[in-house]
């Protein structure tokens, strides 16, 4: 029997996937366990394995297509099957099929999978429409999921001024937004009186059009696009960035962030770290260190280490710290388990394995999920000191800066030069109070001033 | 310039042409002694004598027929339908053989005719003699349909109908017979094919063809003063139909209403819709709004009438909607 | 057929006649072959068996000025006024070659240079278009006639009553001839016929009706040329040729609604076998004479249908050809 192939959760988080590219062709058979193709998913390319052998009848979804979880992607069955009255089924309820997968051009359906893989330009040339629809689920909580009802030159107005059209009030009957909401908002959001520009809004108040306005907005749309300014481009984010932009989102305007500073001295951190490293190529990472102390100061704060969950508060018995790690086209966190029972040269190594996994695109969810504390440190760029978000479901981050030296009032009101490093701690509200999370922050302060405490 | 009625245009062109060429006849129920039923045809028989304007029987099949086939055999017949109405006997004659022969022999022969009279809607008629059928006609493949609506285009696309070799279905309109308009002098002829800009404005275009150019004109008159400014194209040729005219419009102004008297469903209105929607997707800022004819043959009483055809208020409310303007 | 009959014309002139008519016989019977093998598509409705009527009536006719119209079996008219049987076949294999470019089929043939004007597939839809024919070559005074066939199916048409009424006030110079084969598709002529002779009919338009043997060629030759005659004179007449038809209605008609014992009846009657028989006993033709016509005939319509195989289809492109001038 010919049956659909549906694209799988590949990880916990996963609602869509991006089908990076097809390892099998079409009509080609497969055993169990075989990979079928590569899903870029949140922030890993996952394999998918066949459950079951079979023949690869009709993919449905090609390569660069985004579908949803539970929606087909192919159709595998026998050899020799007919999967003509699937794919009319397909057809008919095409929206998660193709609706979505139109993002790859067609052209590509009948060519061997590997050389499809040419989406990603594709994707970015597809209508502004589809895009817009195509990133719609995992685009930020503060608009709405769904476009609203709009006008075929709204849309082609906003695709222009690079307005999510989601922002947009609509006017229009039903909430359409027309030609003239999106100029409105573009006009609000430049805070000039650009609306004074659009024939629309003169002919809102009623009067008739001066016939100067009438000239510079047929200028601006004769052609179908404006002449007047350069045009936009719109680069359609990759699955990654889409993931990131939809968490991030989620995490910063649903958990109100509060904001602790501490200056720390940490001349004994960077002699300790330099006597450590003494005969050691590599020497082990700052970060390494830091994220021992850290775990040091969890065990002794164990309000800090939770997650804010929908059903209430999941207190963390394990230590699992994640570390920001910038990538070329991204932010990835891998996260460091149990650190409070690892040593500084341990926490090194799997440190450096996850980020080299990480460059290679081979991160699973088990390396990034379900950190309860997460450190992000911008020293090396040179930052003194900045604020970071909350990488949910954890309900506190740590923003590192740089270390540099400083007169500090030292013991007997002497100005001495010091070793200092600003600590910017980020707390959730919902699960963290002020004064529990400067506790903590105030307790990893003197850890990190005097390492060797964290041996007691 | 001369100002004439269209119904003078009419008699100028046929006039003309059965002077310029001796191919040229006209037959048709009174068009003779009676002078035309709506007196298109006056005088042309006093003029040209029996044998080239030719009263006929009632025999709309017959004669339409006959009119085919003399121009089979190279003549240039123009057919005088006394109305639209009746020309529903003669639809075989026009659909499978006028329209069809020059194809059907590979291009052998040639049917180079003119059927013309009043169509649509008139006044106090009731239901089987005030109706459009521009649709019937404009369907078909091998035919051109032109629907001229002022004097000048009446007298230089009908003088294009005759000379054209192919058959041509001119619609008229009884109510327009009368209208007035200038009519240059010298002697000129209006291409079949091309739509006429019947007022130009930025903020919306109205199309139309045909006797509901006075309502749309009157309705583009009433916008002006709530600050709107339709851009009006009379088609005038249906079919060929002049998408460019259409699509240049419709890009600049992003919202078309179109007007057809005729009833809504598959009719010249809703396919020229269907068109602008096509060609014009990415620039409408609404649905292109269609007002026709209302879906129902038509009643005798006159507020019914009225009430079934497109109106200054049927057109003003679909502006209302196209341009999001509550006040219109 | 009578050797008074016979004496009006040359040996020349029958030979040439029996010629065409086994021409056209030929032609058909190939074709529905050729129909079986499925070389032709749709709609084929054949002559076979009234080849007199085509024949006799249109070998009156000057074809520089006259005109010929008929219906959907329009094959023996089309071979009548000279149309190559080549042209003919390939527009039955629906190829460029054929006579209406392949837009047309078996319906549709026409020969404007042969004054053929078809070839019209909708019952009746001719009979107004021969009047204005007619009406054009009185108009431009060309002194030519117009010969209209049509079916007894068509005869109950309205456009007969209207066009028979035109041609009548109009003097036009028409002859329209009914071939009534006696079967309009499945139903039997009587059945729906209002009178047993069409001619009669012919008094209520004020205009001469003439009955005749359809299967005689002869006769069905003088007939009509008293009534070309009279319409070069101004006056359109009527003329019933009673005939019958060997096949179907058309190639898809099972015939379930007459006997083989009729059609064994009529081909007993057959207007070829009776013409030549008559040619053989007035000394105009010799067995030997028939054998090489024949086999000349034969040779003609094998050489159309390679033709018609070999020649290319229409391209594409000619889609939208001549559909505008």
């Known amino acids: ?456 | 310039m001369a100002v004439m009625t269209y119904r003078e245009a009419l008699n100028r062109a046929l006039d003309e042409e059965m002077a310029r060429d001796p191919a040229v006849f006209l037959i048709g129920e009174e068009v003779g002694e009676y002078d035309g039923a709506y007196k298109v045809s006056k005088g042309l028989l006093a003029k040209y004598g029996p044998t080239r304007v030719k009263d006929t029987p009632i025999s709309e099949l017959g004669f339409t027929g006959l009119g085919v086939g003399a121009a089979l055999a190279g003549l240039r017949p123009v057919v005088e339908w006394m109305t639209h109405n009746f020309a529903l006997l003669s639809l075989d004659q026009v659909v499978n053989n006028a329209a069809k022969m020059r194809q059907m022999s590979g291009g052998q022969l040639s049917v180079p005719i003119v059927f013309r009279g009043p169509n649509g809607p008139a006044e106090y008629l009731a239901a089987q003699h005030s109706q459009s059928f521009a649709a019937y006609w404009a369907h078909v493949p091998g035919l051109k349909v032109i629907a001229p609506a002022t004097p000048a285009d009446a007298y230089g696309m009908l003088k294009s109908a005759i000379r054209d070799d192919n058959p041509v279905v001119v619609l008229e309109a009884e109510l327009m017979y009368g209208w007035k308009g200038e009519v240059p002098d010298e002697e000129f002829l209006v291409p079949l094919g091309k739509a006429r800009l019947a007022r130009e404005g930025e903020d919306l275009t109205i199309i139309t063809f045909s006797k509901p150019i006075q309502v749309v004109m009157e309705a583009a008159a009433y916008l002006a003063t709530k600050g709107v400014e339709a851009e009006v194209i009379d088609l005038r040729s249906l079919r060929p139909l002049d998408e460019d005219a259409l699509v240049r419009s419709v890009r600049k102004t992003h919202r078309a209403i179109v007007v057809d008297e005729a009833w809504p469903l598959a009719s010249v209105g809703s396919s020229v819709a269907q068109r602008v929607m096509y060609q014009c997707f990415d620039q409408l800022d609404a649905p292109v709004e269609l007002v026709a004819g209302e879906d129902v043959p038509m009643p005798y009483n006159h507020g019914l009438e009225l009430a079934a055809q497109p109106s200054v208020e049927k057109i003003a409310a679909a502006a209302r909607r196209v341009c999001y303007r509550e006040d219109l | 057929m009578s050797r008074q009959d016979l004496d009006r014309y040359a040996r020349e002139e029958h030979v040439a006649t029996l010629r065409t008519m086994q021409l056209i016989r030929t032609f058909e019977e190939k074709a529905g072959m050729m129909y079986g093998l499925r070389k032709i598509g749709g709609f084929c409705h054949l002559y076979t068996g009234q080849e007199a009527v085509a024949v006799g009536a249109i070998r009156t006719l000057d074809l520089a000025k006259d005109y010929v119209l008929t219906a959907y079996r329009d094959h023996g008219h089309a071979l009548a006024c000279g149309m190559d049987p080549r042209h003919a076949m390939a527009e039955l294999f629906g190829k460029v070659t054929g006579c209406s470019r392949g837009k047309g089929g078996s319906m549709h043939f026409f020969d404007a240079d042969r004054h053929f004007l078809g070839g019209n597939g909708i019952v009746g839809a001719q009979i107004p278009v021969a009047a204005g024919v007619a009406f054009a070559q009185q108009y431009q005074g060309t002194g030519g006639v117009t010969l209209c066939f049509f079916g007894d199916g068509a005869f109950h048409q309205g456009a007969v009553h209207e066009s028979f009424n035109l041609a009548r006030i109009w003097n036009l110079p028409v002859v329209y001839i009914v071939e009534n084969n006696q079967w309009g598709m499945g139903t039997n002529w009587k059945k729906v016929s209002a009178v047993d002779d069409f001619a009669t009919t012919a008094s209520a338009y004020g205009m001469q009706g003439f009955a005749c043997d359809g299967l005689d060629v002869m006769e069905v030759r003088a007939v009509v040329e008293q009534a070309v005659a009279e319409a070069r004179k101004g006056n359109p007449s009527f003329i019933e040729a009673r005939t019958y038809r060997y096949k179907g209605h058309s190639m898809s008609d099972p015939q379930k609604y007459r006997t083989r014992e009729e059609i064994d009846a009529y081909r007993k009657r057959d207007a070829i076998a009776m013409y030549r028989a008559a040619l053989t006993e007035a000394g105009l033709l010799t067995d030997s004479e028939w054998e090489a016509m024949t086999a000349d005939i034969d040779a003609l319509i094998d050489q159309a249908v390679t033709f018609a195989e070999e020649s290319p289809e229409p391209a594409l492109s000619e889609l939208y050809a001549d559909i505008y001038a």
């Open chain 1, 1 to 456: 029997m010919a049956e659909y192939l549906a694209m799988i959760a590949l990880s916990p988080t996963m609602s869509e996937g991006r089908i990076a590219r097809w390892k099998k062709l079409e009509n080609e058979s497969f055993a169990n366990g075989d990979i079928l193709c590569e899903v870029e998913t949140d922030k890993a390319s996952m394999d998918y394995e066949a459950p079951r052998s079979g023949v690869l009848l009709k993919i449905l979804a090609q390569a660069g297509a985004t579908v949803h979880v539970g929606d087909p992607i192919a159709i595998i069955g026998k050899a020799g099957e007919d999967p003509s009255a699937l794919l009319t089924a397909a057809a008919e309820k095409s929206v998660p099929a193709s609706g979505k997968a139109t993002a790859s051009a067609p052209s590509t359906a009948a060519r061997p999978a590997g050389e499809a893989i040419a989406s990603e330009s594709q994707v970015r040339a597809a209508p502004a429409v589809m895009d817009t629809q195509t990133s719609t689920s995992a685009a930020g909580p503060a608009l709405p999921p769904r476009l609203p009802p709009s006008t075929p030159l709204a849309r082609t107005v906003a695709h222009q001024l690079g307005i999510d059209l989601r922002a947009v009030h609509g006017s229009g009957p039903g909430g359409r937004v027309t030609e003239r909401d999106v100029r409105a908002y573009a006009a609000m959001q430049a805070g000039s009186g650009e609306t004074d520009r659009s024939s629309s809004a003169a002919r809102e108040k009623g009067t008739p059009s001066d016939a100067s306005v009438h000239a510079s907005v047929e200028v601006e749309t004769a052609a179908g696009q404006p002449k007047t300014r350069e045009q936009v481009t719109i680069e359609q984010p990759g699955m990654k960035r889409k993931v990131i932009a939809r968490r991030l989102s989620e995490s910063f305007f649903s958990a109100p962030h509060y904001y602790l500073r501490k200056r720390v001295r940490v001349d004994e951190l960077v002699a300790l770290r330099t006597l450590a490293n003494k005969g050691r190529e590599p020497g082990l990472s700052f970060n390494a260190f830091l994220i021992r102390l850290v775990a040091e100061a969890l065990t002794r704060h164990p309000e800090i280490n939770v997650f804010w969950r929908e059903d209430g508060l999941e207190h963390r018995k394990a230590i699992d710290i994640a570390l920001a790690v910038a990538l070329p086209d991204g932010l990835v966190t891998p996260v460091i388990r149990d650190c409070d029972r690892k040593t500084v040269a341990r926490i090194d190594a799997e440190l450096a394995a996850l980020i080299q996994k990480a460059r290679d695109g081979k991160l699973v969810p088990e390396d990034y999920e379900g950190a309860g504390f997460t450190i992000s440190n911008l020293g090396s760029a040179g930052i003194d000191e900045f604020t970071a978000i909350i990488n949910p479901p954890g309900s506190a981050i740590l923003a590192v800066g740089a270390i540099v030296k400083e007169p500090i009032v030292g013991d007997n009101d002497s100005i001495v030069i010091a070793q200092t490093m600003r600590l910017t701690l980020g707390c959730d509200h919902r699960s963290i109070d002020g004064a529990v999370g400067a506790a903590f922050l105030a307790d990893l302060a003197r850890l990190m001033e005097h390492p060797a405490i964290a041996l007691v």
